[in-house]
C-alpha cells in the first residue's frame, strides 16, 4: 500500500494526505487502496496462470462485503463466495453475476436455498447430509455443487479461526467416514451434481505446508474410492502482514507449491487433474485498508502504561478482543523524533476488552491527533456493529489519487430505522 509522510510530514495515501480524508469524510473512517485491491486480485490471476492449471479464483465475501467492492472483483475476474442471504442480496445488487456466485455455510436456510436457487447461482457448497436433501427437495432441475469435506488438518494459525481440524462444526469428515457418504447420498440425489470437493483449512496460515498435505490427503482419499471429481476448492486462509512479527507469505509462491503439489499427486495417483478453485478474503482486502481514529482522552498512569483512547473501538474492530489480535498504528498528522512509549489504544465503548492495540510503542500523542490502524480491510467493517449505538463508519476507496466515498457513514436515523415507534 502506497503509504509514505509527505513533505509536510503527514502521513499519506497515494499522496492524499490522511488528514484531507479525516477533514472531509470524519472519523472513524475506513479508507482503502482500491489500486493494491485490484493488484491483489492480479497476482493471484498471474500466478495461477503461470501455472498452467485451469482455475477459478473467488472473492470470499465475509472479508468485507460492499456493492462497489462486488463490482471492481467482477471487473477482476473474480468469483465470488457467498454465507447468508445478506450476501447474496449485495452481491446481486451489484450486479454480480450469479453464475458466478457460490453459497457457503453450515446452516443454510430452506429461504436461503431457495433464493439462491431462484437466482441461478453457479454452485452450492454442501455442507452436510441433510442439505443434500434439502436442496433436492427445493431445487426443480440440476443443481451443481460441492461437497465440504474436514480433512482433519490442523492449520498453523489461531485456535479460533482453525476449521479443518477433526472436531469442527464445518464440513464432512473424511476419517469417520461422513464424507464418503455425504457423496453417495448426492450422487443419489435427483437433482444435485458432484463437481467436486471444497476444504478450508483455516484463516491466516502462515506457509502452505497444511494446504498442500490436505491436497495430497484429498486426492489420494478420492482416488482410494474412485471418487471422479472437475473441481477441487482449496478455500482461502492466505496470510498477511498485521505487524512486523507477521510473516506474508508470497502468493506467487503459495500458489507454485499448491498448484506443483497437485500436479505432482494427481501423477503419482494417476488421478486426473481437476480445475482448481481458491476463495481468498483477507489477502485480497485485508492489507489494502486502514482505519482513522481520532485521538479523545489520554490516562498516564504512572509507571504503568499510557491509555489513548479514540472515537471508535470494539464496534469497527472486534478482533482485538475476539482474536487477541496485533495491530501497526501510525502518528498520521504529524511525523515526531519523539521518543516512543508504552502506549494502549483504547476504544470509547462501555466494556474494558474494548481495546484495539495493547502495549504498543507510540510517540506522546494529543488530543486531535489522527492514528491510523494498518490492515483493517479484511473482518473489520463486515465484523462491525451497532453496539453502544455507535453508528457504523464510512467507507472511502483511493483510486489513482483519487478519493470517493463508497459506504455512508451510518446516520442516528439509520440506527433507529428498524424500530416501531
Ligand atoms: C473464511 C473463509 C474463506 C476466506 O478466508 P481468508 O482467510 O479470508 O482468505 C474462504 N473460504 C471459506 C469457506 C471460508 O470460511
Redesign the pocket.
Given at each position: 500500500m502506497d503509504l509514505t509522510y509527505n513533505e509536510h510530514n503527514q502521513l499519506a495515501l497515494q499522496d492524499i494526505p490522511l488528514t484531507e480524508l479525516q477533514e472531509t469524510y470524519g472519523t472513524p473512517l475506513f479508507v482503502y487502496d482500491e489500486n493494491h485491491i485490484r493488484n491483489q486480485c492480479r497476482r493471484f490471476h498471474q500466478s495461477l496462470k503461470n501455472s498452467g492449471v485451469e482455475y477459478t479464483v473467488s472473492y470470499?465475501s465475509?472479508?468485507f462485503s460492499s456493492i462497489q467492492l462486488f463490482r471492481i472483483m467482477n471487473e477482476e475476474n473474480m468469483g465470488l463466495?457467498v454465507?447468508s442471504d445478506g450476501e447474496l442480496y449485495t452481491a446481486l445488487k451489484a450486479g454480480f453475476p450469479a453464475e458466478h456466485i457460490h453459497f457457503?455455510g453450515n446452516n443454510k436456510t430452506n429461504e436461503e436455498i431457495r433464493y439462491a436457487l431462484e437466482a441461478g447461482i453457479g454452485l452450492f457448497?454442501v455442507d452436510s447430509l441433510s442439505e443434500v436433501d434439502r436442496i433436492d427437495a427445493l431445487a426443480n432441475g440440476p443443481v451443481d455443487v460441492l461437497l465440504?469435506v474436514n480433512p482433519g488438518v490442523e492449520a498453523h494459525t489461531h485456535e479460533f479461526?482453525q476449521?479443518g481440524q477433526e472436531d469442527s462444526k464445518?464440513g464432512l469428515s473424511l476419517l469417520h467416514g461422513l464424507a464418503l457418504k455425504g457423496i453417495r447420498k448426492i450422487e443419489a440425489s435427483r437433482h444435485l451434481n458432484l463437481k467436486g470437493i471444497?476444504f478450508?483449512i483455516?484463516?491466516?496460515?502462515f506457509g502452505t505446508e497444511g494446504t498442500t498435505a490436505t491436497i495430497k490427503k484429498v486426492i489420494h482419499w478420492l482416488n482410494d474410492h474412485d471418487i471422479h471429481i472437475e473441481k477441487l476448492n482449496i478455500?482461502?486462509?492466505?496470510?498477511i502482514q498485521y505487524t512486523d512479527e507477521d510473516v506474508r507469505y508470497p502468493i506467487e509462491d503459495a500458489i507454485k507449491e499448491i498448484t506443483d503439489t497437485l500436479r505432482s499427486v494427481c501423477e503419482e495417483v494417476d488421478y486426473p487433474l481437476p480445475e482448481l478453485m481458491m476463495?481468498?478474503?483477507?489477502?485480497?482486502v485485508?492489507e489494502a485498508g486502514i482505519t482513522l481514529y481520532t485521538v479523545g482522552t489520554i490516562k498516564d498512569i504512572p509507571n504503568t502504561n499510557t491509555y489513548v483512547s479514540i472515537d471508535g473501538g470494539m464496534s469497527d474492530n472486534i478482533r482485538t478482543s475476539l482474536y487477541d489480535a496485533k495491530y501497526t498504528v501510525k502518528l498520521a498528522n504529524r511525523r515526531t523524533e519523539d521518543q516512543l512509549i508504552r502506549t494502549t489504544i483504547a476504544g470509547k465503548l462501555c466494556e474494558s476488552g474494548d481495546i484495539i492495540a495493547k502495549d504498543i510503542s507510540l510517540p506522546h500523542v494529543e488530543a486531535g491527533d489522527l492514528l491510523c490502524v494498518l490492515a483493517t480491510g479484511?473482518?473489520h467493517y463486515s465484523m462491525a456493529s451497532n453496539y453502544n449505538q455507535m453508528r457504523k463508519p464510512a467507507v472511502v476507496f483511493v483510486k489513482d489519487g483519487q478519493h470517493r466515498l463508497v459506504i455512508k457513514r451510518q446516520s442516528f436515523e439509520d440506527l433507529v430505522a428498524n424500530d416501531v415507534m
Open positions: 470470499a465475509k472479508a463466495d454465507v457457503h457448497v465440504r479461526i476449521t464445518f471444497h478450508h483455516g484463516s491466516q496460515i478455500g482461502g486462509g492466505f496470510s476463495e481468498p478474503g483477507r489477502a485480497i485485508g479484511a473482518y
